[in-house]
């Protein structure tokens, strides 16, 4: 999963942790992420990827944005171990359409050896027809190796709980939304790349590649006035869950002038009641 991508913000670690009620689809959720962080390890990870990726699906592979199921079908075998555990989850109110993020690590099979390299990942689920839950879009930024206790998995407070009746939505009318959202927050940053940060949730989660994720407000309007003013975001693509109120949007970073790709992003969007649709996570990683 996850040699990925970046600005993702750190979610807040409890120091009890969480556990979700064991009937819920965030257990569900959690228990698939589990499951295929343990096919990584035991049959590998482009077999891994090939079983858990929905058939359109989304991943970034340097620059670039291809199938990841077909990506993973086509990988040569390589002789590293790619581990990650989930360390934050949320759930659209549909309960079919989830985020996940958290810490991986790749080191050689070989017992006892020190990770090679370290990072966090952030993935889109999405539960199928069949009822099994699939990655429809899956990135993540190396990062330096996080110091202090063992991560702790939390979750929104209630997203383990069943909503009864929760809005059913045009998907398509939602994309665009989102799409017309990003546009926006491009639009901003060329204006102004520190009020561009008005379309941040307050507990907006923030990682940028080479940076541990942090929600600190302060750190990150130091990482923006710090990202050079001559990149442009070009939107791809973008999702949403029925429910409308959890959605995705991702692209390329380029260069201005002669179009070079200097890295991707993903933008994981939440629209509250009554609100418009904010970034509760941004993920950014330069190639």
């Not at 930024?141 to 209630?158: D, I, L, M, N, R």
């Not at 929600?215 to 003013?229: F, H, Y």
């Not at 429910?243 to 179009?259: A, C, M, P, R, V």
């Amino acid at each position: 999963m996850k040699p990925f991508l970046f600005l993702l913000l750190l979610l807040p670690v409890s120091v009890l942790g969480q556990e979700p009620d064991s009937i819920s689809a965030l257990f569900g959720m959690r228990e698939a992420e589990r499951n295929f962080a343990k096919s990584s390890v035991m049959i590998g990870r482009n077999a891994a990827f090939t079983e858990y990726f929905a058939d359109e699906s989304v991943i970034f592979t340097g620059k670039w944005i291809t199938n990841g199921k077909q990506f993973s079908k086509e990988g040569k075998p390589s002789p590293i171990c790619l581990k990650w555990e989930p360390e934050f989850m949320d759930i659209s109110a549909s309960r079919d359409f989830g985020i996940s993020t958290g810490p991986w690590e790749v080191q050689e099979y070989r017992p006892n050896t020190a990770p090679l390299f370290t990072g966090y990942f952030l993935t889109v689920w999405k539960k199928q027809s069949t009822g099994e839950w699939k990655v429809i879009l899956d990135g993540g930024s190396t990062t330096p190796v996080a110091e202090g206790p063992k991560h702790k998995f939390t979750f929104p407070s209630g997203a383990d709980k069943p909503i009864p009746n929760p809005p059913a939505m045009n998907v398509q009318q939602l994309t665009t939304e989102l799409l017309d959202r990003d546009n926006q927050y491009e639009a901003e940053w060329k204006k102004n790349p520190v009020t561009f940060t008005s379309f941040l949730a307050p507990d907006a989660r923030i990682q940028l590649g080479g940076h541990l994720p942090t929600t600190n407000a302060d750190s990150i309007k130091s990482w923006v006035s710090q990202l050079d003013r001559s990149l442009t975001w070009q939107p791809v693509g973008a999702g949403a869950a029925s429910s409308g109120d959890i959605g995705f949007t991702y692209g390329l970073i380029k260069t201005q002038k002669n179009e070079i790709i200097k890295g991707h992003y993903v933008l994981i969007w939440k629209k509250r009641p009554g609100s418009t649709w904010h970034i509760v996570l941004e993920m950014i990683n330069f190639g």
